[in-house]
């Protein structure tokens, strides 16, 4: 019998939300020093008020469930997506003082789009944000990418406690002994990256005369958004407001190494560089990229789409493409025109938005790794009736290591494409009742669910009140792959009838 959740269940769970959240009001203090250096007073108390509402909050949690407990895996799945949610509401907060949102809704999609890594936006009038509000914007997205719960990790818990956080936020691999190293060396790798093309994108910008101090910040912004694959810009054209194929090329490396698995970076790291030319992962990264790509031009073929020339054509299409395969949600063409392209290159797109990047990254969507199972399975299956019947077949991979291919990890990588799937075509369903084309529905519905970011002209301050809801959750659910949301469910129906 499944042990039914009790008074502990809520104790140990109030108590690290209670932590999680003294964390949050800690992480709003960087915004808090760039409003002072800025001079921007206002949204520094628009801050302060948030952080308040953090701490007491989080000490409310926990004086009323002091003593820590050891973590169960359904306590560990309720943890990761209740601290989610909650993240959305109370980050929302600052967004919805400062002015540029319609309603608090909006904000708290801005909010989730942010720390899920999705980057669609409710923002109104983007271009004359404050710094400060802007950065929050951005810092949301680069501690969703590497995962909230990863922070928490860090500090607030134990070795098997970590274990089953760690798996709640949509990551199995261990790259090292432990979560918690782990975790230590994913923050580790984020920073160095950080501070390395941070730098890269503030030299092309200042070699196109934008101002050293501006430069500085839009190099760390589109940093924070573009190795967590979330699309978020300091201005609203995005990359079109650059105008430079320098940058935009620097935001591809930023975006695909994102999009690769943290395992991955971990052997490239230690030497082992072999692991790019050799992972499956990678391997069938590049082989979807490509086909995907492949689609968008037999859908361009005898249209008369007007481009300026072909490099502009190439610039345009293989960026998008690059953008939404990896979830990063950059786009360097305007969401009308965008919209305006033939339907077989849209699908194209939409194909490499819901296959998403690996296992283990910052991306989202199914994950090319599980698109590799499938096909590993077919192949052992005719193989199996190839040979005779007494003859026992086995299927390998390189996946940092050699791995057997086994009836578990296809069964549970059928079970999420299932879900990912449904999720894709309910959005697209749920816009279709509102008057928008099946496809264009489908679009924006796959952009939200994979955590991509690219729109049609869907997502926006006027779009319908449902869709705002359904997109929050698909890109909740998305992001955390299910379980965890599932688990939380069932803990609140438990919780209530209690």
Known sequence: MIPDFSRDDISVVSHYLGKIFIAFAIAQLFPVFVGLICREFNPVIDFFISIIACLAFGSILLYFSPSPQEINWRQGMTIVASSWFLAMCFSALPLYLSGHYECFLDACFESMSAYATTGLVLVKDLDHM?????????LMCFIGGQGIILVALVFFFRGGDALRIYVGEARD???????????????MVSFTYLVICSSMLAIVLLFHGVPFMRSVFHGLCIFMAGWDTAGFAPQSLNMLYYHSPAFELVTIIII???????????????????ELREDFE??????????????VLVGFSGYTYQFVDSFSFFRTTFYQ????HTGAGYTNTYSSQLAQWPELALFGVI?????GGCMNSTAGG????RIGLFYKSVKREIRRLAYPESSYIKEFFHHQREISLDDTMVKTAMILTICYILLYLSGAIIASFFGYSFIHGLFESVSAAANVGLSVGITGPSMPVVLKFWYILEMWAGRLEFFAIFILVRFLVKSVKR
Do not use: C, E, Q
Not at 173 to 187: E, G, H, Q, V
Not at 351 to 355: D, F, H, K, W
């Open 321 to 324: 493409i690059i953008s939404a």
């Open 130 to 138: 404050s710094h400060a509000h802007n950065i929050w914007r951005h």
């Open 173 to 187: 691999d261990k790259i090292l002994p432990n979560s918690i190293t782990t975790a230590r060396f994913i923050w």
């Open 366 to 369: 199914i994950k090319v790794f």
């Open 351 to 355: 194909l490499a938005m819901g296959l």
């Open 256 to 274: 695909l190494l994102g999009a690769t698995s943290f395992g991955v970076h971990y052997a490239v790291w230690t030497g082992k560089f072999r």
């Open 282 to 295: 990678v391997k069938i990264l590049m082989f979807t990229v490509f086909f995907t790509y492949l689609i």
